[in-house]
């Protein structure tokens, strides 16, 4: 998992993955508009390699939160408005999942409790990798209301 903020220190990452750039370049340039409600649902990058998901969210007590995890696609998840923390933990510690792994929706969620929480601000980013087991759309101590957030799939393994 990595937690950080939009801009310059992106580039940073570039070398991880192949798609990377592309996937950075095309938040930075469309920021504006991903914010904008009228750009709810999936968009194409690069068609199934890299797209996103962009959206208002609600969001959950802490108990509330189950862990998820992928095998085809890495999370790169940018909060546009609201802040959201972020359960996590080691995805091969995962030991309680609820159900066979969906080859459809390429999830698999575990009752497993996180083992640490990270919150993301507006212009921050957490980037999960297929070993990471991730529970999503906590609400952070304090904060009414929901989020927005765009959600980058980008291929583990591009082919």
Known sequence: MIHDSLGRSAERYYALHPLFR??????????????????????????????????????????????????????????????????????????????????????????DLPTSLVTALPGEFVIFFPEDAHAPLIRPAGVTGGTRKAIVKIRAEVR
């Open 22 to 111: 592309a996937a950075f370049e095309y938040i930075n340039t469309h920021l504006d508009t991903l914010a904008d409600a009228s750009s709810d649902g999936k968009h194409p990058i690069q068609g199934d390699d890299l797209f996103v998901i962009v959206g208002d969210n609600v969001l959950k007590r802490p108990e509330e939160a189950r862990l998820e995890a992928h095998n085809q696609y890495i999370d790169l998840q940018v909060l546009l408005s609201g802040s959201e923390s972020f359960g996590w933990a080691q995805r091969a510690a995962c030991t309680e999942p609820t159900g066979a792994f969906d080859t459809a929706n390429d999830i698999i969620f575990y009752n």
